[in-house]
């Protein structure tokens, strides 16, 4: 299970509908082998495309050094899915490699600000899609 702030969980929302109708993308580091999302980093999606996500290669490595340097790493890696439900397409199941992360996907597909929109995470391990259910937190 995922268990996540409401402002780390609004964060991700908020992001996901800035940058519709591009995919938005991001992580939520945290300490080391707690599993504790903590800490909220927006990426650019370098791609800027409505149907695929790609961390800039320069972006990617410096959120990995000062991830390293702050003892952290990726509790979360986030992405919107801008005209689909929230579900991990064969590209991201192919490109999820940290099995340890939740992968979570915000659909955006309704803009309107009002929802509906789907927030749900899943574990990717080898090519395993597994569903988890979310718990926000106050």
């Known amino acids: 299970m995922l268990t996540i702030s409401q402002a780390l969980y609004d964060q991700i929302v908020a992001h996901a509908r800035a940058d519709h109708p591009d995919e938005a993308c991001g992580v939520v580091a945290g300490p080391v082998g707690e599993g ?5 980093v927006p990426m650019l999606n370098a791609a800027r495309s409505p149907t695929f996500y790609e961390f800039d290669s320069g972006d990617l490595l410096k959120l990995y050094r000062d991830m390293d340097d702050r003892d952290e790493e990726p509790v979360i890696i986030y992405h919107s899915h801008t005209a689909t439900e929230a579900y991990p397409s064969r590209t991201d199941i192919t490109y999820a490699n940290e099995p340890g992360a939740h992968y979570v996907l915000v659909s ?5 600000d009002a929802g509906p929109f789907q ?20």
Request: glycine share 4%; no cysteine; aromatic share 10%.
């Open 108 to 112: 955006t597909a309704d803009t309107d």
């Open 36 to 40: 504790r999302p903590e800490r909220f």
């Open 119 to 138: 927030f749900r995470s899943f574990r990717i391990v080898e090519g395993q899609v597994t569903e988890e259910e979310v718990e926000v937190t106050a």
